[in-house]
């Protein structure tokens, strides 16, 4: 049974809205009619209702301070409005401040039930969620931190869970972070280096990032991981509190750690987003504001920090999704069937342009995925052409992990793969362009073939054997050369002592450093830059 409160200045709405709907038969009990929000209030103190019905004007105290005051209370009753449609802009307000719905005047039966069934639907899925919430909290003994990450896993991804029973469980579960002082951070795994194939070694990552993240705050705040594994824009989420009232737990620094120890340690590239600061019953949705902070990595670059604070959404966000430009999907597939480079060329600076426009309209998060969605049909309506070839598994649309400006040589890359006759050697060449490229870019990182390989969508084996080919040298020397060219170039031009110089062209290990080097210059580095070559 389900209870319900009336709130109306009008005694022949409050008579009309008991006698006339069957409550009982919904399951409800009306616990009584009041006529405005000061006497709605005094009701509430002995009998908190789980649905309250009520009007927008009314004397001393109108709905809508009612409805703030609710929320400010954290009340759990479901609300709805009556209104007249010269009042439709309040109505709309009301359901910023947590209405369910509104009713216009005059009320029509089906209207409201309609509506009374949607709150008690909510009612439901609440209630569940607390008995589950009930049952992990009594599971404590047999497994705490289990019980914790379904919790919390829970409060997270679940708008519905921030509620009253909140606070219940997480003293339960003896949580050591304060609920009122809380900010949630995301960790998205952009780049899995020698692991993108074995969801296995994920798995054992994302706890191992975790690790990691304990470490590098345990000075300024207190934090517990939540690994997600099933989740598309976040693989770990943490939780932290801190040791004091200053606000150093945000700083950039103490996250780029963080990053540089999974590139070093882990080898992989991870990108990380922050919410504002929060409470435990704003949970999901500064988990949300976390997500969207990381997103901007495709406009700004990946294995970066980003902030919810200063990134403000406009207002027409949420209602903006990408759409290609005109016809542009139908000209890109022709394209790449007749392999015309010159239209294929003008077509991806034509949607770069396109994206570029829409920066200021869409969220970072809804672009990439529209342009993925975009790319997942082009590549749908292009295996069909591609099907009966013996390669054809290789050919693929998926898109990586890339910043919006590296938009154009991501697409030729893939679509050096689909055109006709892509074994070519003006082809191949490309190809090469392309590796010596990104290798130009990132070969300070853990840069191996398998990585580089997969950046321009090639088999291993393959590549390696065209790298060969048109560079005269395996992978392995080019890029000990490339190294040691970048290392000469410090050696000269900087003060920096040579195991700096090491890791800034990607040798942690320096005594590995040096052997390289003399066996490339016949000498060593310090030798080198003494003589002053």
Same mark, same amino acid.
């Given at each position: 049974?389900?209870?319900?409160?009336?709130?109306?200045?009008?005694?022949?709405?409050?008579?009309?809205?008991?006698?006339?709907?069957?409550?009982?038969?919904?399951?409800?009990?009306?616990?009584?009619?009041?006529?405005?929000?000061?006497?709605?209030?005094?009701?509430?103190?002995?009998?908190?209702?789980?649905?309250?019905?009520?009007?927008?004007?009314?004397?001393?105290?109108?709905?809508?301070?009612?409805?703030?005051?609710?929320?400010?209370?954290?009340?759990?009753?479901?609300?709805?409005?009556?209104?007249?449609?010269?009042?439709?802009?309040?109505?709309?307000?009301?359901?910023?401040?947590?209405?369910?719905?509104?009713?216009?005047?005059?009320?029509?039966?089906?209207?409201?039930?309609?509506?009374?069934?949607?709150?008690?639907?909510?009612?439901?899925?609440?209630?569940?969620?607390?008995?589950?919430?009930?049952?992990?909290?009594?599971?404590i003994r047999e497994s705490l931190p289990l019980a914790r990450q379904r919790y919390l896993e829970t409060l997270l991804t679940n708008?519905?869970?921030?509620?009253?029973?909140?606070?219940?469980?997480?003293?339960?579960?003896?949580?050591?972070?304060?609920?009122?002082?809380?900010?949630?951070?995301?960790?998205?795994?952009?780049?899995?280096?020698?692991?993108?194939?074995?969801?296995?070694?994920?798995?054992?990552?994302?706890?191992?990032?975790?690790?990691?993240?304990?470490?590098?705050?345990?000075?300024?705040?207190?934090?517990?991981?939540?690994?997600?594994?099933?989740?598309?824009?976040?693989?770990?989420?943490?939780?932290?509190?801190?040791?004091?009232?200053?606000?150093?737990?945000?700083?950039?620094?103490?996250?780029?750690?963080?990053?540089?120890?999974?590139?070093?340690?882990?080898?992989?590239?991870?990108?990380?987003?922050?919410?504002?600061?929060?409470?435990?019953?704003?949970?999901?949705?500064?988990?949300?504001?976390?997500?969207?902070?990381?997103?901007?990595?495709?406009?700004?670059?990946?294995?970066?920090?980003?902030?919810?604070?200063?990134?403000?959404?406009?207002?027409?966000?949420?209602?903006?999704?990408?759409?290609?430009?005109?016809?542009?999907?139908?000209?890109?597939?022709?394209?790449?069937?007749?392999?015309?480079?010159?239209?294929?060329?003008?077509?991806?600076?034509?949607?770069?342009?396109?994206?570029?426009?829409?920066?200021?309209?869409?969220?970072?998060?809804?672009?990439?995925?529209?342009?993925?969605?975009?790319?997942?049909?082009?590549?749908?309506?292009?295996?069909?052409?591609?099907?009966?070839?013996?390669?054809?598994?290789?050919?693929?649309?998926?898109?990586?992990?890339?910043?919006?400006?590296?938009?154009?040589?991501?697409?030729?890359?893939?679509?050096?793969?689909?055109?006709?006759?892509?074994?070519?050697?003006?082809?191949?060449?490309?190809?090469?362009?392309?590796?010596?490229?990104?290798?130009?870019?990132?070969?300070?990182e853990q840069l191996t073939m398998n990585r580089v390989a997969e950046h321009l969508f090639l088999n291993p084996s393959y590549f390696? !054997? #065209? *790298?060969? +080919?048109?560079? &005269?040298? =395996?992978?392995?020397? $080019?890029?000990? /050369?490339?190294?040691?060219?970048?290392?000469?170039?410090?050696?000269?031009?900087?003060?920096?002592?040579?195991?700096?110089?090491?890791?800034?062209?990607?040798?942690?290990?320096?005594?590995?450093?040096? !052997? #390289? *080097?003399? +066996?490339?210059? &016949?000498? =060593?580095?310090?030798? $080198?830059?003494? /003589?002053?070559?």
């Amino acid at each position: 049974m389900y209870s319900l409160l009336i709130v109306d200045d009008e005694r022949w709405v409050r008579q009309g809205l008991v006698s006339t709907i069957d409550w009982q038969a919904e399951g409800i009990e009306v616990l009584g009619d009041v006529e405005d929000g000061e006497e709605a209030l005094k009701f509430i103190q002995s009998h908190i209702p789980d649905i309250i019905i009520t009007d927008i004007k009314m004397p001393r105290m109108d709905g809508l301070t009612f409805i703030e005051t609710l929320k400010n209370a954290n009340l759990s009753s479901k609300i709805i409005i009556i209104s007249g449609y010269s009042e439709f802009s309040y109505a709309q307000k009301a359901m910023r401040f947590g209405a369910v719905d509104y009713v216009l005047k005059p009320i029509e039966e089906t209207l409201m039930l309609d509506v009374v069934r949607k709150c008690i639907e909510q009612i439901k899925r609440e209630r569940e969620d607390h008995h589950e919430f009930v049952q992990m909290s009594e599971s404590i003994r047999e497994s705490l931190p289990l019980a914790r990450q379904r919790y919390l896993e829970t409060l997270l991804t679940n708008e519905s869970a921030s509620n009253q029973y909140s606070r219940t469980v997480w003293d339960r579960l003896n949580i050591p972070l304060d609920p009122h002082h809380l900010k949630v951070i995301i960790v998205k795994v952009y780049d899995w280096g020698l692991h993108e194939q074995n969801p296995k070694e994920h798995y054992l990552l994302r706890h191992a990032i975790g690790n990691f993240a304990k470490e590098t705050v345990k000075m300024i705040g207190k934090m517990i991981t939540c690994p997600l594994h099933d989740h598309e824009d976040a693989d770990l989420a943490l939780l932290i509190s801190p040791l004091n009232e200053a606000d150093h737990w945000s700083e950039q620094g103490t996250w780029e750690t963080l990053i540089t120890a999974c590139w070093r340690h882990l080898g992989i590239g991870i990108n990380i987003g922050m919410s504002h600061k929060s409470e435990i019953t704003k949970l999901h949705a500064s988990f949300q504001d976390a997500i969207q902070a990381s997103a901007y990595a495709f406009y700004d670059g990946y294995g970066k920090v980003y902030a919810a604070e200063g990134k403000e959404k406009p207002p027409s966000w949420p209602l903006q999704t990408y759409s290609q430009p005109n016809g542009w999907m139908t000209r890109f597939i022709h394209a790449v069937k007749l392999g015309d480079d010159g239209a294929l060329q003008a077509l991806i600076d034509e949607l770069f342009t396109h994206l570029q426009l829409h920066r200021e309209k869409c969220s970072p998060l809804l672009l990439r995925k529209g342009l993925t969605s975009l790319f997942s049909e082009i590549e749908k309506k292009l295996w069909t052409s591609y099907s009966s070839e013996p390669n054809a598994n290789l050919k693929s649309f998926i898109l990586p992990y890339f910043a919006l400006p590296e938009l154009k040589d991501v697409l030729r890359a893939i679509v050096l793969k689909f055109q006709i006759g892509d074994s070519t050697s003006g082809n191949r060449k490309r190809f090469i362009e392309l590796a010596v490229k990104y290798m130009e870019e990132h070969y300070t990182e853990q840069l191996t073939m398998n990585r580089v390989a997969e950046h321009l969508f090639l088999n291993p084996s393959y590549f390696s !054997k #065209l *790298f060969h +080919e048109k560079m &005269g040298e =395996t992978f392995s020397k $080019y890029i000990i /050369r490339l190294r040691v060219n970048k290392a000469k170039e410090l050696l000269k031009d900087s003060t920096l002592k040579i195991y700096e110089v090491a890791e800034q062209v990607g040798y942690q290990d320096f005594r590995h450093f040096v !052997k #390289l *080097f003399k +066996e490339q210059e &016949g000498m =060593t580095p310090a030798q $080198y830059r003494d /003589r002053g070559v």
